[in-house]
Structures are given as structure tokens and as C-alpha cells.
């Protein structure tokens, strides 16, 4: 009888353990709906701001007031060089260029101009045509209006 019972050890376990899953069952997914089974949507990349060294071509050239007659004693007249913008009476080097679109830049600039330095943010934003150029100065309290540029032959 012990021989017996010994014997009827292994089938007693053999019952208390899980199936073995077959590979085929492993190969079915069990319920899946079909917004589980496929991958989410790429999301559409956004551009992000780059810096560049100098201000892009399309920046550069002598502006003047949309209204002004483009005469180089003009106080609105800006000269926009690759790492310099010359203002009225001020001379603005170029410490810094921040790309946001082709149509947009924002430039940091150390200034000096009447014995006095300081520092300016400035973003240009530029038509689409590229005939007409409008500055904002950035940090201003309260913020200055726009006074849009137009471009002027040198």
C-alpha cells in the first residue's frame, strides 16, 4: 500500500500545476481591441528655435519707417548687418541670435551709444514679401508700439 500512495505522488502534483501554454495559444492575443493593437500616431515634430552666429540675409539691409523717405539722417533708420545693428545715434553688436521661424529672429545685443552701454532684446519679424520689417523690443514696461520698417536701397 505505501508503494501505492508513493506512486500517486507525482500524479497529485502533475494535477495541482498549470498547462504548459502551446505555442499556438502563445501567438493569439487573447482579446485585443483594435485601438490596442495599433501603435499611437507619430506626433508632427514642431520646430524649435536655433541659435545662429550671425542674423540671417533675409534680416540684413538699411530700414527705415513705413512712412519715412529712407534719408540716412532718419532717427527710425536701422542698418542690420550680419553682427551689427546700427541705430540712431547707437551701435548695437550682436551677442547673440535666436532663429524661430524664417520670417522671425530674436537678437541680443550689447549696446553703446552717447557715453552709455547697455543690453537689448530685440525681435524682428519679417513679411512674408520681405519688404517690410517690424521690430519689438522684448522686456519693454509697457511695451512700445510696433513701428514697422520698410526696405530702403543702399
Known amino acids: 500500500m505505501r508503494a501505492f500512495a508513493v506512486s500517486l505522488?507525482?500524479?497529485a502534483l502533475a494535477a495541482c500545476q498549470q498547462p504548459a501554454a502551446s505555442p499556438e495559444a502563445e501567438d493569439t492575443p487573447a482579446s485585443v481591441?483594435?485601438?490596442q493593437a495599433?501603435?499611437?500616431p507619430a506626433a508632427t515634430p514642431i520646430a524649435s528655435p536655433t541659435t545662429a552666429s550671425a542674423i540671417p540675409q533675409q534680416f540684413r539691409g538699411i530700414w527705415d519707417y513705413a512712412q519715412g523717405n529712407c534719408n540716412p539722417a532718419s532717427d527710425l533708420r536701422l542698418d542690420i548687418g550680419a553682427v551689427s545693428i546700427e541705430f540712431y545715434e547707437s551701435l548695437g553688436t550682436v551677442t547673440g541670435v535666436t532663429v524661430e521661424s524664417p520670417n522671425s529672429i530674436l537678437v541680443e545685443l550689447a549696446m553703446e551709444g552717447e557715453g552709455e552701454r547697455w543690453e537689448r532684446r530685440t525681435r524682428f519679424a519679417l513679411s512674408d514679401d520681405g519688404t517690410t520689417l517690424t521690430p519689438s523690443d522684448i522686456g519693454d514696461a509697457p511695451p512700445a508700439a510696433p513701428m514697422?520698417?520698410?526696405r530702403c536701397e543702399r
Do not use: E
Open 9 to 11: 505522488v507525482p500524479l
Open 38 to 40: 495599433s501603435p499611437p
Open 33 to 35: 481591441s483594435p485601438t
Open 148 to 150: 514697422p520698417r520698410k
